[in-house]
């Protein structure tokens, strides 16, 4: 069964950095797009990050665009997420899924993570 | 950016009972390029459909998906107490994807 495990998350103050890994398991990692999709608590899922099977690609919502990169290691199977200038209102669960793209960055997303939980406050 | 409207907020059912829930597109969602999620607490959000009415691997058949353009439906048959969740819609049509706001499905 196709597994994500994401780690990385924790507290951080406004301004700072954190890096998120996504290792995946029993599946072709180096074939399939991937994506971070992330949930403030209480609230519902955000579209964050999508990059391609070859990471030639990478798109970016606006909220994240400039101070996030999506990154992939496909000789580890290992998604990454680089988040930069931190601020409170990116606080949040982080999920990664694989992407099964119809129009990239676009598509439907069939196996999640657990989530990694980023706080961020002074 | 095509903005999802899930109705109701919140659904309050018995076991056994009929769920429909609804996701409204602002814009009309090309090749029925929507799918549904279902998110039960503390847990990560699990695919029930693509493409509107195709059902993820492993979906019991009490789901059903349907719907094109602008509304867009799913029904739970007879609910199980497993199915009471948190459901999402997501349109994977525009650019960028985006979810609705979700509609809570709780015992009464």
């Known amino acids: 069964e196709a597994q994500l495990l994401e780690s990385g998350g924790g507290l951080v103050q406004p301004g700072g950095s954190l890096r998120l890994s996504c290792a995946a398991s029993e599946f072709a990692f180096s074939v399939y797009a991937m994506t971070w999709v992330r949930q403030a608590p209480g609230k519902g899922l955000e579209w964050v990050s999508t990059?391609?099977?070859?990471?030639?690609?990478?798109y970016f919502a606006d909220s994240v665009k400039g101070r996030f990169t999506i990154s992939r290691d496909n000789s580890k199977n290992t998604l990454y997420l680089q988040m930069n200038s931190l601020r409170t209102d990116d606080t949040a669960v982080y999920y990664c899924?694989?992407?099964?793209?119809?129009?990239?960055?676009?598509?439907?997303?069939?196996?999640w993570g657990k989530g990694t939980a980023v706080t961020v406050s002074s | 950016e095509i903005v999802l409207t899930q109705s109701p907020g919140t659904l309050s059912l018995s076991p056994g009972e009929r769920a429909t829930l609804s996701c409204r597109a602002s814009?009309?969602?090309?090749?029925?390029?929507l799918a549904w999620y279902q998110q039960r607490p503390g847990q990560a959000p699990r695919l029930l459909f693509y493409g509107a009415s195709s059902r993820a691997s492993g979906i019991p058949d009490r789901f059903s998906g349907s719907g094109s353009g602008t509304d867009f439906t799913l029904t739970i048959s007879r609910l199980e107490p497993e199915d009471f969740a948190v459901y999402y819609c997501q349109q994977y049509d525009s650019s960028p994807s985006t979810f609705g706001q979700g509609t809570k499905v709780e015992i009464k």
């Open positions: 814009q009309s969602v090309s090749n029925s390029w």
């Open positions: 990059i391609g099977h070859s990471a030639a690609e990478t």
């Open positions: 899924a694989k992407v099964l793209w119809i129009r990239p960055p676009n598509g439907w997303m069939d196996v």
